[in-house]
Each structure stands twice: as C-alpha cells, then as structure tokens.
C-alpha cells in the first residue's frame, strides 16, 4: 500500500503474488518492479482515492469514486457556544 522502496524491497521477500501500481502511477519508479500485478491509476487522483482503486482492483471488487465516506459526520459535534471570535491565519 506504501507503494516506495522500502515496502518494494519487503515484497521481493513475499513468494506469493504482489499487486502494486505499474511504472506510471508509483511514487517512486523502481518500485514497480517488486509487484507480479500492475496497476494504472492516475497520480492526480487524491491519495485516499488511489489506495482505494488498488484494493478494489487487486481484490475485485468495484470501486465506486462518488461514495467516499471518511467515517466523520456533523451531527456528531455540536458547534460550541462562545463570546467571542477566533482567527486562525496561516
């Protein structure tokens, strides 16, 4: 899931199949090399999107982009009742 060097190196270890993102789509290009299956998934897509697409495919199921659900929903907070404002500038 890393899909960088150090985890490529781990996967030239494992005996069974490695599925990974194709020469294209990695971070860093020689890590393409440790996986058996490769995978094209655009580098513009957010990073929560893209670790989602490869599970969907190296396990086979469908991904569907316009359902992301990041498990945080605004009826859980209440919005605090205060006298006064706070800025934050960055």
């Known amino acids: 899931m890393q899909n960088n060097l150090k985890s490529a190196a ?3 270890l494992v005996k069974n ?11 860093e290009y020689p890590s393409h090399l440790a996986y058996k299956f490769k995978y094209k998934i655009s ?4 990073a929560i ?3 989602r697409q490869l599970l ?3 396990l086979n ?5 316009k359902h992301i659900d990041y498990g945080i929903h605004n009826e859980n907070f209440e ?10 500038f960055s």
Do not use: M
């Not at 199949?17 to 971070?27: E, I, N």
């Not at 199921?61 to 982009?65: L, W």
């Open 10 to 12: 781990v996967s030239f």
């Open 17 to 27: 199949s490695v599925h990974g993102l194709d020469k294209d789509s990695a971070r």
């Open 43 to 46: 580098k513009k897509n957010h």
């Open 49 to 51: 999107s893209r670790q």
């Open 56 to 58: 969907a495919l190296s």
């Open 61 to 65: 199921y469908e991904f569907d982009a």
């Open 79 to 88: 919005t605090p009742n205060l006298d006064y404002q706070i800025n934050i």
